[in-house]
């Protein structure tokens, strides 16, 4: 396994720009999970996809901000009109059906101006 | 709601020091329960996790036991090392597809 890898590391923006992130996971894992983690905090759950489907969104995802998966393998998360609040760590996890553990990539870095 | 309760930190060590991280748990039915690691400057990793109660996860010398009735899942090592400092995130999975809850973490310094 190559692990789960995001693109980009970092991105600094300035408030008002629309931001768009990558997931690439371990191949031939179905499910893939997006998650953001603000300073001393654990990461929060943002919105979850088995293959192509989006099956579950949290409340913190609000109108702003919209995840894809097309063809069941990368995925994107794209955020509106950022704020200031939007400033945070974006991680992505990826496991496989009928297993416990999500596997973690090195996340996304973004700071709102 | 489900929720994951961990003692604040930071926490700062001497090498060798025995270590342990309280973790509690709030969830209904019997979820799966998880010790995460962030080194500086890294992403999360698993460090170890527990299925079912009374079992005991273990690695890299850290070791942790599924408490049903106490609900919880603490943290423990016998002697850290310096390698050891890190974030320690406690966490918990309802099912096997389900979203990952986490603690707030508590950040571990080990000092020669």
């Known amino acids: 396994d190559t692990g789960v890898s995001q693109d980009p590391r970092h991105k600094i923006t300035k408030r008002g720009q629309n931001v768009t992130f990558r997931c690439d996971p371990i191949?031939?894992?179905?499910?893939l999970y997006w998650y953001r983690q603000t300073l001393g905090q654990g990461p929060e759950f943002l919105t979850y996809f088995q293959n192509e489907a989006q099956l579950e969104k949290s409340r913190l995802l609000s109108d702003r901000f919209s995840a894809e998966r097309p063809k069941g393998s990368f995925s994107t998360l794209e955020i509106q009109r950022t704020e200031q609040g939007d400033s945070a760590m974006y991680l992505c996890?990826?496991?496989?059906?009928?297993?416990?553990?999500?596997?973690f990539g090195p996340g996304t870095r973004l700071t709102v101006l | 709601g489900d929720s994951v309760t961990q003692m604040e930190g930071p926490v700062t060590l001497s090498e060798e020091a025995c270590l342990t991280i309280n973790c509690t748990y709030t969830a209904t039915g019997y979820p799966s329960l998880f010790w995460y690691v962030q080194y500086p400057g890294e992403g999360l990793q698993l460090l170890l996790k527990?299925?079912?109660?009374?079992d005991k996860g273990s690695n890299k010398g850290f070791e942790a036991t599924y408490r049903k009735e106490t609900t919880s899942f603490h943290l423990e090592k016998g002697s850290v090392q310096v390698s050891d400092s890190a974030v320690y995130f406690c966490a918990l999975r309802k099912t096997s597809y389900d979203k990952v809850i986490f603690g707030p973490g508590t950040s571990l310094s080990v000092i020669p």
């Open positions: 996890a990826s496991s496989r059906d009928n297993t416990d553990t999500q596997y």
């Open positions: 527990a299925t079912k109660a009374d």
């Open positions: 191949s031939e894992h179905n499910r």
